[in-house]
């Protein structure tokens, strides 16, 4: 049996250069691509916070008014708290780069906000825009401990009723 043998060209060292360049084009359109159709939130800084911003473990104390794409308010609130992670994947994401005290303004992308399923008198495919001001934030444990102390507390109160003794800092008779 024979093999039979086929003369190739040898390749130029200008060729090896152009499909090297080819490749570095290529690679970098698909990053480009990649980057491009990542939904992103927009966040404005409308007056800096200070110190840390929250985690999404913690639990955040906000003034918001949410705003439909014409204007239309859905929800606003004075003082609501939320743990982070239990937050729209953008509002979590905006939440996470707030410092407490400051003021913010931002935009979420369906993708980033409630998709394309109706909630509430949010339409699907909504982009959402909020005006968001971080009051202040706790850590989950800050939260777990306060907890405990209030729970201590009310059981001390029932204590003390169920003993009929005065609340303390009530006036004795």
Do not use: C
């Not at 994947?89 to 394309?116: N, S």
Request: cysteine-free; proline content about 8%; charged content about 20%.
């Amino acid at each position: 049996m024979s093999v039979t043998t086929v003369p190739l060209r040898p390749v130029s060292k200008g060729g090896l250069w152009l499909m090297w360049f080819g490749v570095a084009g290529l690679i970098a359109a698909a990053i480009a691509f990649a980057v491009m159709s990542t939904p992103r939130i927009g966040f404005e800084v409308v007056k800096e916070g200070t110190g840390n911003s929250p985690t999404m473990s913690d639990v955040v104390l906000v003034k918001y008014e949410g705003k439909l794409d014409d204007g239309k308010v859905f929800d606003a609130n004075e003082q609501a708290p939320f743990q982070v992670a239990q937050t729209a994947p953008g509002f979590a994401e905006a939440l996470t780069r707030m410092k407490k005290g400051g003021k913010y303004k931002v935009t979420i992308p369906p993708a980033l906000g409630y998709g394309d399923k109706d909630n509430g008198p949010i339409p699907g495919g909504s982009t959402l825009h909020f005006d968001v001001e971080l009051l202040e934030f706790k850590t989950e444990a800050e939260v777990r401990a306060m907890q405990q102390q209030m729970q201590m507390m009310q059981q001390q109160m029932q204590q003390q009723q169920m003993q009929g003794a005065p609340p303390q800092g009530a006036p004795q008779p």
